[in-house]
């Protein structure tokens, strides 16, 4: 696992996996052609979606492992790391890889807004867990692109290619959704633990030493990566993570409001507020008022 393959260019992965190199830029990779090997760590300078079809060890994207199982997709952005943990045993790969250089999309509708498809920054245990008709779309969609490969390039290919890799990604905004339903418990539990979070940490200092919590602080310290976890509060909430934080600022925001003994200047520093003033404009945004008004007229 201490091993590091760079692959650069698609042609370095298709010769990886003893696959030919049709286009330059784009390639589906069938894994099972590919030789037995042990697991290593993967750097990809391409866009990279597995569908794992065999047990093969885990699946290790920076200290976590994915949620990494039979008939599963897992997406990759151009400049990370990822790799098998095969144990130190060999195993032959199975499955398939749709890869593709963001030079292929450059200039396209697909290219503008790819970073809309946030699942290519998931981390751990966030992997796409398909049904047996999720997967057999997945699949034509695959051999959609592989049939304009494998035929003369013309004027048509690549507004083809293009398109069938956003209806592909546009179908995974769907799984994805279905997955967020499916997993409704286990989402709902991590709510709860958003909540619990945010209460705790009000309840100490850190934000006078941290500052105010931010999106990136609060899904690391419950294991998710900050896209998965901002599009799971905002599936389950209808808010976004910012401004469901935002929101318990201003809670807690209001009950200290009523502590005649301190200042609004030194309520906003004890909230983790660098400057009073950006307190008094977020207050007077999402309540109406300012503190020294809140202060007046509830007091009153």
Known sequence: MDT????????????????????????????SKAAPRQGSRMYFGFYTIFLKDVKCGDLVYGRHTYDYQEGTLVFLAPGQVAGINSNGETYQPKGYALVFHPDLIHGTALGRHIHDYTFFGYQSSEAL???????????????????????????????????????????CVR?????????????????????????????????????????????????????????????????????????????????RIFDSSKSVSQIAYDLGFKYPQHFTRLFKQRVGQSPNEYRMINQN
């Open 4 to 31: 590091l393959r760079r692959f650069e260019t698609i042609s370095d992965y298709n010769a990886f996996n003893n696959t030919e190199t049709l286009h330059p830029l784009i390639s589906v990779v069938d894994l």
């Open 129 to 171: 867990h398909l049904s047996g008709r999720e997967r057999g779309i997945v699949l034509d969609c695959f051999a959609k692109i592989e049939y304009e490969l494998e035929h003369a390039i013309d004027k048509h290919s690549k507004r083809l290619i293009v398109s069938t890799i956003e209806l592909f990604l546009n179908y």
């Open 175 to 255: 799984f994805y959704d279905r997955q967020f339903i499916t997993r409704d418990n286990a989402h709902k539990s991590v709510l709860e633990r958003f909540e619990h979070l945010l209460n705790a940490y009000f309840q100490t200092d850190k934000p006078q030493t941290i500052g105010l919590p931010s999106v990136a602080y609060c899904a690391a310290e419950l294991n998710l990566s900050a896209n998965y976890f901002g599009d799971l509060v905002k599936k389950e909430s209808g808010k976004t993570a910012q401004d469901y934080i935002q929101s318990k600022v201003m809670a807690v925001a209001k009950e």
